[in-house]
């Protein structure tokens, strides 16, 4: 049976920051993850980080070498994809997926981009967009 765009599964993935609240549920079901990456190093203390974000090489270098940023994803992936798959088996069309820091420049955004890009490896059939609440981005992938 082809799928039509309507029943094709939309996964939101959004960067943002707890000092400006909880992005918005779009959807209007409810749910999704919210993950909290205030428990990792926070690039932005130091003034050479300040003006970039998680997509720029220093912060991704930053993080990288800090050595938390990739267990903390590995669980995400893990859980986020437990999810993934059930919504396809049952025809679910959306689930979002929001991660929160001080800013929401480095650390949450670091973390939006790559499992955005892992589930879009990973389940191409599903529809990706991606979001950076703080820097006005969203982009389907």
């Not at 409810?30 to 912060?59: A, E, S, W």
């Not at 480095?106 to 609440?133: F, G, M, T």
């Amino acid at each position: 049976m082809e799928q039509t765009d309507e029943s094709v599964l939309t996964v939101r993935v959004e960067s943002f920051s707890y000092r400006k609240g909880y992005p918005e549920e779009r959807a209007g079901n409810g749910g999704g993850f919210i993950f909290d990456c205030r428990c990792m190093h926070n690039p932005g203390r130091y003034d050479q980080y300040k003006p970039l974000t998680g997509r720029d090489k220093p912060v991704i270098d930053f993080l990288e070498e800090q050595g938390e940023v990739q267990p903390y994803l590995v669980s995400v992936k893990s859980l986020v994809g437990q999810a993934v798959d059930k919504y396809l088996r049952r025809g679910f069309t959306d689930l979002c997926v929001g991660f929160g820091c001080t800013g929401g420049r480095h650390r949450s955004v670091y973390c939006a981009e790559h499992l955005a890009l892992y589930i879009k490896d990973v389940y191409p059939q599903v529809r990706v967009v991606l979001s950076h609440r703080e820097q006005n981005i969203e982009i389907e992938l």
